[in-house]
């Protein structure tokens, strides 16, 4: 009666330890069961590791997820682009990454309750402000088709990191929906192989695989995955219906345990035909979320699986928080990321070894502007 009562202590303990306690269910998909890995012919597999990934379009320079902002990021040598999409009312997919469009506009407007052409009567301003400082852009422009953006970009050498949206589960018809439309336009643009198709809600994935098996898709993830619970909840009610997923989800704990076992067993992306992860550089062996990280996706993912992280180098951070997390760059970097998301693709570029196209701001062009200066006063010495 003892050993029972501290066998059901000791388990109960091991379930309160953040981001590793849980054990994984023996439904949650063996530890022998890999996920998919990125077929060679992909441009992906074309790009030197890591991957520096422009966060929607080039943000100092530009309006986020505009043309103009993506075509930007072929003269700084990125090796792709992330953007989001959503459906509108009418049906049309378009790149933003809000669920509301107050916060570009000042205009209070729900995506899907609004119509394309009500969203072209928008205008991106000229000045946008991230945390604390503001960002001048030399021009309004619009809220693009998804279609537009692809058009613009398709013939240039960019990987497209296409994330489905909205970031979570609100109806399983939307996620359908959307997710259908997005497979349905990636393909008929002949760019599946340039396309690594992503969401937080892997209903959103699981209808694009349907209809193109072809398409390369992943998961990405995020802190409130695990941190709201009414996000779990409405995730362990639902999941089930996700394939091979129904026992799993039946015997996994419930809280953010449950998310524990999802991420440490990797089913999400084994039950999707996933065969990349990207997410929040915070969640990387964090025990709050996710410890030993590097190490679960070896041993439950894949020993090459491609994963990335977001958002390096945050306009909306202080320069004194983005010195401070540069520690988690390093981290990321020693543990052979796949792929970088950036708000500045100069800067990581330098760090990396790389050297940044020319005509666009980096931290040593101070330095260089003295050098510059003093070289030709030397010159008149002589």
Avoid at 29 to 40: G, H
Avoid at 104 to 116: A, V
Avoid at 213 to 224: A, D, N
Avoid at 278 to 286: A, P
């Amino acid at each position: 009666m003892v050993l029972l009562i501290l066998a059901s202590s000791m388990f109960v303990f091991s379930l309160s330890i953040p981001g590793q306690s849980a054990s994984i269910p023996q439904s949650c998909f063996s530890q022998s069961v890999k996920v998919s890995s990125i077929p060679e012919t992909h441009l992906y597999h074309k790009k030197t590791k890591p991957l520096v990934i422009g966060h929607h379009g080039n943000p100092s320079k530009f309006q986020e997820n505009t043309v103009d902002g993506f075509k930007s990021l072929v003269e700084l040598k990125a090796d792709g682009m992330e953007f989001d999409t959503f459906l509108t009312k009418d049906k049309k997919l378009v790149v933003i990454h809000y669920d509301n469009t107050v916060h570009l506009t000042n205009k209070d407007h729900n995506i899907w309750e609004t119509t394309y052409e009500e969203l072209l009567k928008l205008d991106l301003p000229t000045t946008i402000k991230y945390g604390e400082k503001p960002y001048k852009f030399t021009k309004t422009r619009k809220i693009p088709l998804l279609s537009e953006v692809i058009d613009a970009t398709k013939d240039d050498e960019l990987v497209m990191y296409l994330n489905i949206k909205p970031g979570y589960l609100r109806n399983r018809t939307e996620s359908e929906m959307v997710g259908e439309e997005v497979a349905k336009l990636v393909t008929a643009l002949g760019v599946v192989h340039k396309v690594l198709l992503s969401s937080f809600d892997p209903f959103k994935i699981w209808a694009a695989k349907k209809v193109n098996s072809s398409l390369v898709v992943g998961t990405f993830y995020k802190r409130q995955m695990w941190d709201d619970l009414a996000t779990i909840n409405v995730t362990k009610s639902e999941f089930g219906d996700l394939p091979n997923m129904q026992q799993c989800v039946k015997d996994a704990p419930a809280g953010r345990e449950f998310m524990n076992v999802l991420f440490r067993s990797g089913a999400l992306l084994k039950s999707t035909n996933g065969s990349f992860v990207v997410m929040d550089y915070n969640i990387f062996n964090n025990k709050k979320y996710s410890n030993e990280t590097f190490q679960t996706f070896k041993d439950h993912y894949r020993k090459d699986l491609s994963f990335g992280a977001f958002i390096i180098d945050n306009l909306a951070l202080s320069d004194a928080q983005r010195a401070e997390d540069e520690k988690f760059l390093d981290l990321l970097i020693a543990n052979d990321v796949s792929c970088l998301v950036t708000d500045d693709v100069p800067r990581l570029l330098n760090k990396l070894g790389r050297r940044p196209s020319k005509g666009f701001a980096n931290k040593n062009l101070p330095t260089l502007l003295v050098l510059y200066a003093i070289v030709p006063f030397f010159g008149l010495l002589f």
